[in-house]
Every structure is written in structure tokens, then in C-alpha cells.
DNA sequence: ATCCCGGCTGAGCCCGATCTGAACACCGCG
DNA sequence: CGCGGTGTTCAGATCGGGCTCAGCCGGGAT
């Protein structure tokens, strides 16, 4: 998963992005309302933290354009202690959720899980797909009950399959969810780690579409319990 | 689908062609306006990437042309950053749709899915024709529920004749919308995965029509549940 | 009844897409 | 400085699928 931050404060931006980062997704950061818009623009995010308070073009401007441009990435506006007429503008300008600072960096994640498993129109807190089961919480993995022993980034690969499970997903596409800005396109890296992926969670469940890319999917006869 | 794509700047442009070829599109590409122009009005593209900002004569002229000249093939025309006069002469020309450079892939690709499916007039995100499904953004086709496993032209050509179901489609008409310019015209290739596509979905829902071409149709027996 | 022509089909070639094992580069750590 | 664990690169092996070919079939015209 992928995150823009878009926040100018120096040392919160530090540490928001090492726990973003230590949560396993990859964080882009933008520290006004300029290189917000233009990152936002550019870059396919699955969602944003947004603080309302930026030099340049405010948040909410930022947010707006976004919206007007028809994009639906949830966004999470950062508001400051009290300046409820921001957290209502906010909203009307598009906003999924909000946080008051100062905050607890855990809230902000599960509000981001939150949003995530929203948007993918998922339900529940924890995936499945037949036997995998993943738990983003816990950044757990198990098939059949067993736990997974998953390195990052093979986490990264398989959390994002399982949000968009059922559906072909291009090489493309995947490097630009797991990895931030710049990285090498013409690499086989993501295809060492289906592999690696595919020898740890049973080669069937990720199905390779010549010319298009991979599908996560239930093994065939596997019943898809919710 | 065929698309054509008018873009100057080489490395955009080679990347942009990967990108479509890998979606499945057969692409033909146009460096200047002068052989766009000469493109579109020769060959039937099912949709159009207009660089605006192109050397001989610009993208909104050309885009004019079509237009005048009764051209409806949708078009979606990528305009520099902040170029918002572009933009609106752009779309005073008869675009469909515009993006702003730089974009990301994917949102191109989102839009030219949603510019065919408005243009082939239909509402649903997935094609049916009796008991045959085609979803494009999964990529992915069942017949009364059982997914098929197509191969990547297998897929193109299913497509095709899923958004002109009931119609006569001509040998020709296929090889036009599946391949780029250069292909071997009396090759039976066509005749081929005709066959072999029958096997998959069925014989009889696709008919000969001798002399003229073939035609998709539900079975007999099946009513036509939008 | 035969012939002709368009259409159909099975087999096989060939190339590029994909996979894989192993080596290499990094990094934090003791 | 050596080590274990990760991510990345590389090169060769493998595999699948698009295309061609040659021969068969069936319908309509003569």
C-alpha cells in the first residue's frame, strides 16, 4: 500500500513517515500544498494523511481540486486541537476521515486500515481468500490456520493481492502500490517475489496471466467464507 | 481494441505503448500531427490518445478535423500541467475525456475503459450475451458461472464481439480492431482462434455467417438478462 | 453428381514471456 | 569485521500461445 503525507511540520513529518514506513507501506511525502496537489496528481495512492494547515495552497484547496478532478482516494485530513470549522470544511470538501492532533500514532494507522479495507469495499478487519488468511493489524499471515513467515515485502506483495483479490494485477501496477517514487521499472524483481510468495502460500492460489499480470484466487475447491 | 496514440516525446511514448499493449490494446502510434491525422482517417480506432502539444499541426487541429469531417471515435487528449486554455479549447474541439501530464498509467488506462464503455452505449462494467460474462477490468470471462481461461487474443477477440454482439462482424473488421497496421492480411488466423474460441464458449453462440462473417448471439433458448 | 471455394481443424514451429536458482549488494548488529 | 536476513540482478531454462500449413468438409452452382 501506498501513502502520500502531506505534512509541513519537520518533525512530525519524520516520524509519521517512520512509523507509516515501519507499518509497511510506502510513504511519499509532500510538505506543502503544492507538491501535495502535484504528487497527488501523479502518483497512484490507496490513500492519503492530509494536515489542513499548509504554506502555499491550503489543505482543503488541495483537497478540493482533488475531488473536482474526480479522484476518490480516501483521504484523512490532520486538523489542529479545537479548529472545528477546518474538521467541517473537511468534509465538505471531500474528506473520508479526520484526526485531531495531537494524536496517537496507532490511532492514525487503524483509522488508515480503516480506510484501506473501505475502499476496497471489504468488511471485515482481517482478508481472506479460501485457506489465506491476513490480518493487517497484526501483519499476520496464516493458510489453513498456519502462520506465514513473510518478509516485508513479501507482506506488502500479498496485502496488497488479497485487497484486490479476484482481479488481474499488471507487474505495473504492483510496483507502483509497493514501491515509493523512484524504482527501476525494467526489473524482474516482482517476479522473484511471486515466486517466493507462490512457494510459501501453495503456487495455485496466484494464478499468472500471460501478457497481463497475476490473480489471487481461491483455490478451486475452496468455498470463499467472508 | 485498437487505439491510436499521438504523442511526440519518444520515451513517453514507448512507455505509453508498452502500457496499452500490455492492457490488451493492439496500438498504433503517431509521432506528429500530420500522421495522425493520416491515421485516424484511414484506420477505425476504437479510441484516441491526443498528445495536445504536437510539431506540423497541433493535437487540437487535428482532433478539429476528425470531428468536422464526422469522426466519433472518443478521444482523450493529455494536456501539459497546468495548460487549463489547452484544456478548454481541448474539449471545445470534441474531447471525451483529458488528462494532465503527468499522469499515472493506470488512470489512463481506468479512463479509456470507461471512454469504450460509454461509447459502445453501455451502462454495465461487464458484457453479457445469454449465459457468457465478460468483466474487462478483471479481465476475466465465465459462461454460466464457470470461468473460461482465455488466452490473451482469445480474450481481445471475445471482447470485440461482446460490445458488437447480434451484428455481423467481417473477418476484416477483426483483424483491424485486434492487430496494429502490419499484419498478414490473407492469413487464417482469424478462422483459427474463431474455432478455438468456440470450443470454449460454445459452438453455437457463434455463427457463420458464409461469405460475410460471424455473428455473436445468445443461445436459443436464453433470454438476454442485461 | 461434381466441382469449386470459402471455411474448419489438428499438428507443429518459433519466439517471447515467465520462472528459477544462484550470486551479489546492503544493512543493522554483535 | 563477520554474520544473518533481505532485496535485487542476472542468465539460462522453461513454457505457452500466436501463427502457418496442409488437408478436410460442406454448400451451392453448373
Known amino acids: 500500500m501506498r501513502v502520500l503525507l502531506v505534512e509541513d511540520d519537520a518533525d512530525l513529518s519524520r ?33 492519503v ?7 502555499k495552497i491550503d489543505g482543503v484547496s488541495v483537497l478540493e481540486r482533488w475531488r473536482r478532478d474526480g479522484k476518490t482516494t480516501p483521504v484523512l485530513i490532520l ?20 484526526l485531531t492532533k495531537p494524536f496517537h500514532t496507532e490511532e492514525l494507522l ?17 482478508l481472506s481468500c ?23 515485502l513479501e507482506y506488502r506483495l500479498l496485502h496488497y493481492m488479497m485487497m484486490h483479490q479476484g482481479r488481474v494485477i499488471s507487474r505495473t501496477e504492483l510496483v507502483e502500490h509497493l514501491y515509493d517514487q523512484d524504482f527501476d521499472r525494467d526489473s524482474n524483481t516482482i517476479e522473484v517475489f511471486i515466486g517466493r510468495l507462490r512457494k510459501k502460500v501453495g503456487s495455485e492460489r496466484i494464478e499468472t496471466v500471460r501478457g497481463l499480470g497475476y490473480r489471487l484466487t481461491p483455490l478451486a475447491g475452496e468455498t470463499e467464507a467472508a
Open 49 to 55: 494523511v492530509l494536515d489542513l494547515g499548509l504554506p
Open 130 to 152: 479460501g485457506g489465506l488468511r491476513l490480518d493487517p493489524k497484526a501483519a499476520r499471515a496464516t493458510v489453513n490456520g498456519e502462520p506465514l513467515r513473510l518478509t516485508s
Open 79 to 98: 486538523t489542529a486541537r479545537g479548529a472545528w470549522s477546518d474538521k467541517v470544511s473537511g468534509f465538505d470538501a471531500g474528506a473520508d476521515d479526520y
Open 110 to 126: 487503524a483509522r488508515l486500515r480503516a480506510l484501506l479495507r473501505r475502499s476496497a469495499g471489504i468488511a471485515s478487519a482481517t
Open 15 to 47: 516520524q509519521l513517515k517512520q512509523a507509516l514506513g515501519d507499518a509497511g507501506y510506502a510513504v511519499d511525502h509532500a510538505p506543502d500544498g503544492e507538491e501535495a496537489h502535484f504528487l497527488g496528481d501523479t502518483e497512484p495512492y490507496d490513500v
